[in-house]
């Protein structure tokens, strides 16, 4: 029997799988550094191939034996699915994942509102990576500082300024100081927002009232304190955050659908309005996002993860640094043509995600 236990710990077991084969290595020479044996299978081109059966994902494997301790140490390495802190999504690893040349914002200064968590603080981080400075606006300084420490340790300027984005004298005196401070404004996210689930029928007038203030009102008062900087500084970009129900609606969340419907169509009346001011407005569209916040209250809150994550063609929830080069891109010279768009960042999800046929799976 002794001899059997010894086969079993010595027996290959999965830790992780990975979407990509520079994920799994990354993780397995973590590992070995830590004295820990590990080995990466692959499919011969070290490519996956997407699809709802994940069967050819890089895996990485650790003997049965080391598997807990790995797994505490992948933990530490923001690596493991689920994880709100992946590898590509830290500072020092988003130029390893990214498509875009380190430069392409070199000289600019964005403004990003909720920038300190979540989908914000990814946006942040890759703008930072690309060049920018940046302002980092939110409510809670505490959830700003940290996410400003992370871009400074790239070697770029970022302000942190707490504001209410509700409070329009506030929004104004903010962008304008900081725009100043840093010599001009030319690339604005609009992240900040508010959410929870609730029936319409129970919805109090106070929680209605906060979420679209937050939202559209807020969205509005930084669009308007910016329009000046973004002009003055020879135009500029403006990609606002919405979401993928603001064209279908949403159980639960008629607050901010109605809101971020609102949000979208303000991205389009404004990129006709300030187009000739050099000044282009988009929009971006994520689908769930993991790790994030609103993950957390709208979908595992109610212990539909999994189910959600099944019904997304590419078979994957979306990640912080997908929706960050979406916004990358239209906020580039690589979208200098682009106004008044809509990018959806879902994975496939929002158009038909939720029927296959069996010999699909
Ligand atoms: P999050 O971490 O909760 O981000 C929201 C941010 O907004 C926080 O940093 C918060 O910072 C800030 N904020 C809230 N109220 C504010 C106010 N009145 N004034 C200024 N800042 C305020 O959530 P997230 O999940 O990353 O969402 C980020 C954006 O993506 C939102 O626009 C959301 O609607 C959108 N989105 C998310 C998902 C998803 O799956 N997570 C999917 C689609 C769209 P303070 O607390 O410091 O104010």
């Known amino acids: 029997m002794a001899g059997d236990e010894r086969r079993d710990e010595d027996e290959e077991v999965e830790l992780a799988s ?4 520079h994920e799994a290595e990354l993780a397995r020479g973590f590992l070995e550094d830590a004295g820990i044996p590990a080995g990466v299978v692959a499919d011969p081109a070290g490519q996956i191939q997407f699809g709802r059966g994940f069967s ?24 493991l699915e689920g994880g709100d802190a ?13 498509p875009f040349r380190p430069d392409l914002l070199e000289g600019r200064v964005a403004l990003v ?45 970022a302000l942190v300024r707490p504001v209410d984005v509700r409070d329009p004298e506030r929004v104004h005196e903010v962008v304008r100081e900081a725009a100043d401070e840093l010599g001009g404004l030319h690339i604005v996210v609009n992240n900040a927002a508010g959410n929870f689930l609730a029936r319409a029928e129970e919805l109090s007038v106070g929680g209605w009232r906060a979420v679209v203030e937050i939202v559209l009102d807020g969205t509005f008062h930084v669009c308007r304190a910016a329009f ?17 129900y603001v064209e279908t609606g949403a159980a639960f969340m008629s607050h ?12 389009r009346s404004l990129a006709a309005e300030w ?29 539909r993860l999994s189910e959600f994550e099944a019904s997304v063609p590419l078979g994957r929830l979306a990640r912080p640094a997908d929706v960050a080069g979406a916004v990358l891109f239209l906020a580039s010279p690589a979208g200098a043509h682009i106004s008044g768009a809509h990018l959806v960042v879902d994975g496939g999800e929002s158009v038909g995600g939720k029927f296959s046929l069996p010999e699909a799976d």
């Not at 494997?61 to 690596?79: K, M, P, T, Y």
């Open 256 to 267: 901010s659908g109605a809101a971020k419907a609102g949000v979208l169509n303000l991205t």
């Open 18 to 21: 990975f979407d990509f084969v």
């Open 275 to 303: 187009g000739p001011h050099g000044i282009r407005v988009n929009a971006v569209a994520p689908g769930l996002v993991e790790g994030t916040e609103g993950a957390r209250r709208l979908v595992e809150s109610v212990g």
């Open 86 to 98: 992946r590898a590509e999504d830290s500072s020092s690893e988003v130029l390893k994942a990214s």
């Open 113 to 157: 509102t909720g920038g300190g968590t979540g989908i914000g603080r990814g946006i942040s981080l890759w703008l930072a990576a690309h060049g920018a400075d940046l302002i980092l606006a939110s409510r809670n300084r505490d959830h700003l500082e940290p996410a400003a420490e992370e871009i400074r340790a790239l070697g770029r300027t």
């Open 56 to 79: 050819s994902r890089p895996r990485l494997l650790v003997r049965r034996e080391d598997l807990e301790e790995a797994r505490s140490l992948l933990r530490e390495l923001g690596s």
């Open 228 to 244: 000046e900087p973004l002009r003055d500084s020879g135009g500029g970009a403006v990609v606002n955050i919405t979401t993928t």
